[in-house]
């Protein structure tokens, strides 16, 4: 079945530094692919999102490209900020079934 | 506007009560959903709702008691709890998947703030 794995945390870093958390999956045919990202004590927020191969998804400073001779959506930051301290979630579409697929989660803790 | 409002934002209860979740969207979503989510785990899903009926049921035991009485609301009732369902409960709404694996597929979620739940 459809599933998504992505890089054990906790990932550590200072602030400015630059981030990549990896995010692979496993699906048949087109899956579209989220980042959600859920701050201490709320919900999940939609972060960013692709729909097809080569979509490159954006926001707030964060990207991610879907990728699909890889099957990786790996999440991208040039520079973190404390305010990014979260944990981050890597989740795919499945289908008709209005599922979606969440990998098990990466805690970013940024330092300042 | 992409919001879903939940409420309680807290909830403690007894194994003998009987109490309810609410979520809320405008967004003129025909789907919803509800998740429980435990300390540091990825959210699991309950329940969905298609066009306000019940699409998937996860096994989710019967204390546990969706409801869909229109468009907009989604109501978890919740009744002879355990301390094991103790956890962050979601709600969240989207469009129904469009076609089944195509390109145009999306499931484009938006969660609420959600109700921590203690039973005990």
């Known amino acids: 079945g459809d599933s998504v794995t992505q890089m054990e945390g906790p990932v550590t870093l200072s602030e400015e530094a630059f981030l990549t958390i990896n995010c692979t999956y496993t699906?048949?045919?087109?899956?579209?692919l989220f980042w959600y990202v859920q701050y201490p004590g709320e919900g999940l927020q939609l972060l960013l999102k692709a729909t097809k191969a080569d979509d490159k998804g954006s926001n707030k400073g964060f990207e991610a490209t879907y990728r699909k001779e890889t099957t990786s959506f790996h999440l991208e930051k040039g520079s973190v900020q404390v305010s990014d301290s979260a944990v981050y979630f890597c989740a795919l579409d499945g289908g008709a079934t209005n599922k979606l697929i969440f990998g098990t989660g990466t805690l970013l803790a940024v330092q300042p | 506007d992409t919001e879903v409002t939940q409420t309680p934002k807290h909830l403690v209860m007894g194994m003998t009560n009987k109490k309810s979740l609410k979520c809320e969207q405008h967004m003129g979503h025909r789907a919803m959903y509800w998740y429980k989510q435990k300390a540091k785990k990825p959210p699991e899903l309950m329940f969905v709702?298609?066009?306000?009926?019940?699409?998937i049921n996860e096994s989710v035991p019967s204390r546990f008691s969706p409801e869909c009485p229109n468009s907009s609301l989604l109501n978890l009732h919740l009744h002879a709890l355990q301390p094991e369902d103790s956890a962050l409960y979601l709600c969240?709404?989207?469009?129904?998947?469009?076609?089944?694996?195509?390109?145009?597929?999306?499931?484009?979620?938006?969660f609420g703030a959600g109700t921590r739940l203690s039973v005990l």
């Open positions: 969240a709404s989207s469009q129904p998947t469009g076609l089944a694996g195509g390109p145009l597929a999306k499931n484009i979620q938006y």
């Open positions: 709702y298609s066009y306000e009926k019940l699409s």
């Open positions: 699906a048949t045919g087109y899956p579209s």
